[in-house]
């Protein structure tokens, strides 16, 4: 007797028959397709993310030299030895060995520092743009991710309507399978296009940053050669960081003593009294 409410039971209970798998299988060859361009959208997110920060990273190391070591030679092209080859710094060094043997060519010195600033931010606007590669990517992906991932849903919905139809039953568990399956693309679009956002704001501002060092870089190396190598910013070192700090942390009662004079009128004459402070 037992046995025989138990097979019941189990003929009778429900079995899931709804999911991942299932959706992509009533949805076919549509489905499929805007699953793959999703899948391909994330890959090639995460791809320019690691590569552009590892580019980035790359640079911002290679910056350290440029303060540490670049301004400490006694002229460009021995500085230009000091750098690491096809990086973004010496390039900038490069084009400015180059631009500085064709500025003497030029009658005119305005025509002259024009065609040197022209050199640099040429060079500089270079850098930037290899830099910027890969973002429109990034950009394209957050903005299109989520409609693509809709569009699945409004087909996925769609046949489950046409489904439902010819069933000719409406009730919520007849609607609420299907539905359910379609909105599951709504959410992997919005899975690709959130991090793929992040990563496009994140770069953009790593690389406004950099940007900004090429830029006071490239302002320091012309004011370099158009000063025929005596104007060059300061390099700190660690000892002169030391000093400095430790001129800084400088006890009051070291600081030289203040003398003052106050002048106080009396009946008949003025009389002056000196105080010192110690």
């Known amino acids: 007797m037992i046995t025989q409410i138990l097979a019941v039971a189990g003929e009778a209970a429900p079995q899931n028959q709804f999911g991942f798998m299932e959706a992509m299988e009533q949805g076919g060859v549509i489905a499929w397709t805007i699953f793959g361009v999703l899948v391909i959208m994330s890959v090639g997110s995460f791809y320019i993310l690691f590569t552009k920060l590892f580019e980035q990273n790359k640079i911002m190391?290679?910056?350290?030299d440029v303060q540490s070591s670049f301004w400490k030679t006694n002229s460009l092209k021995e500085g230009a030895g000091k750098l690491e080859k096809n990086s973004a710094w010496r390039q900038l060094v490069d084009d400015t060995i180059d631009a500085e043997d064709k500025h003497h060519k030029m009658g005119d010195s305005l025509e002259a520092h024009d065609w040197m600033h022209g050199s640099l931010a040429r060079s500089e606007a270079y850098v930037n743009a290899k830099l910027a590669g890969g973002l429109p990517f990034l950009a394209s992906v957050g903005a299109t991710a989520p409609?693509?991932?809709?569009?699945?849903?409004?087909?996925?919905?769609?046949?489950?309507?046409?489904?439902?139809?010819?069933?000719?039953?409406?009730?919520?568990?007849?609607?609420?399978?299907?539905?359910?399956?379609?909105?599951?693309?709504?959410?992997?679009?919005?899975?690709?296009?959130?991090?793929?956002?992040?990563?496009?704001?994140?770069?953009?501002?790593?690389?406004?940053?950099?940007?900004?060092?090429?830029?006071?870089?490239?302002t320091d190396l012309l004011a370099y050669v158009n000063s025929k190598g005596s104007v060059k910013p300061a390099v700190m070192t660690s000892n002169s960081t030391t000093t400095a700090a430790k001129a800084s942390a400088a006890p009051a009662t070291a600081r030289p003593a203040t003398t003052t004079t106050a002048a106080k009128p009396v009946t008949g004459g003025t009389t002056t009294t000196t105080t010192t402070k110690k």
Do not use: C
């Open 61 to 64: 190391r290679q910056y350290k």
């Open 147 to 218: 409609f693509i991932g809709l569009l699945g849903t409004v087909i996925g919905i769609y046949r489950a309507l046409i489904n439902i139809g010819l069933a000719g039953s409406a009730s919520i568990d007849k609607v609420a399978g299907p539905v359910g399956e379609a909105l599951i693309m709504t959410a992997i679009g919005l899975l690709v296009a959130v991090p793929a956002v992040l990563a496009y704001n994140w770069l953009q501002s790593r690389n406004r940053r950099i940007a900004e060092h090429l830029s006071a870089f490239s």
